[in-house]
T-cell receptor, first 111, second 116 residues
Framework: QKEVEQDPGPLSVPEGAIVSLNCTYS??????FMWYRQYSRKGPELLMY????GNKEDGRFTAQVDKSSKYISLFIRDSQPSDSATYLC???????????FGKGTRLHILP | GAVVSQHPSRVICKSGTSVKIECRSL??????MFWYRQFPKQSLMLMAT?????????EQGVEKDKFLINHASLTLSTLTVTSAHPEDSSFYIC????????????FGDGTRLSIL
């Protein structure tokens, strides 16, 4: 079993819909959870960064972490065509530990 | 803030050539820089971690003699792919961490390396 599992998609949704992206993981030591957005031929851009369980909201983005289920989610409200990208979940056990990335989910927002 | 610049963005060269990629933190000092490789439709795979002024730590399976990393200053790290072969063709991405123990990493825009 891989440390971090993420459905690669692609996921296609109409503009304005709510998008739900998620990852599961196996290592209960993970404490720091991140979501990155990566456009084609570009480096990852940090969207959300959370510690331990709970919710965090930033504009149209909401990150949820459920450590008991080893499950994290990213919700995008009022999705826009510009949100079309690959979304990578990532996590680490401590601040100075290496980050483990999921494979990424390709998202297409249809105008 | 927290901008990481990576250069060049694209390299095409013949097999056997050595290629150097630069990673610079433009507005902060990076005590730690990371080098990743990403194959199409795959995740980022950490190759090595470099701390300023010391030798890089390579991940299992990464040849340190083939992928030379230098982190001579707090704002610059370089990755040299020596005697590159077609199987080294990939997307190489660097990231930088602002100071020891801080998260998250800030990523460069990557270098697409194609070896003919």
């Amino acid at each position: 079993q891989k440390e971090v599992e993420q459905d690669p998609g692609p996921l296609s949704v109409p503009e304005g819909a709510i998008v739900s992206l998620n990852c599961t993981y196996s290592n209960s030591a993970f404490q720091y959870f991140m979501w990155y957005r990566q456009y084609s031929r570009k480096g990852p851009e940090l969207l959300m960064y959370t510690y331990s369980s709970g919710n965090k909201e930033d504009g149209r983005f909401t990150a949820q972490v459920d450590k008991s289920s080893k499950y994290i989610s990213l919700f995008i409200r009022d999705s826009q065509p510009s949100d079309s990208a690959t979304y990578l979940c990532a996590m680490s056990a401590s601040r100075d530990d290496k980050i483990i990335f999921g494979k990424g989910t390709r998202l297409h927002i249809l105008p | 803030g927290a901008v990481v610049s990576q250069h060049p963005s694209r390299v095409i060269c013949k097999s056997g050539t050595s290629v150097k990629i630069e990673c610079r933190s433009l507005d902060f000092q990076a005590t730690t820089m990371f080098w990743y490789r990403q194959f199409p439709k795959q995740s980022l795979m950490l190759m090595a971690t470099s701390n300023e002024g010391s030798k890089a730590t390579y991940e299992q399976g990464v040849e340190k003699d083939k992928f030379l990393i230098n982190h001579a200053s707090l704002t610059l790290s370089t990755l040299t792919v020596t005697s590159a072969h077609p199987e080294d063709s990939s997307f190489y991405i660097c990231s930088a961490r602002e100071h020891w123990g801080s998260q998250p990493q800030h990523f460069g825009d990557g270098t697409r390396l194609s070896i003919l």
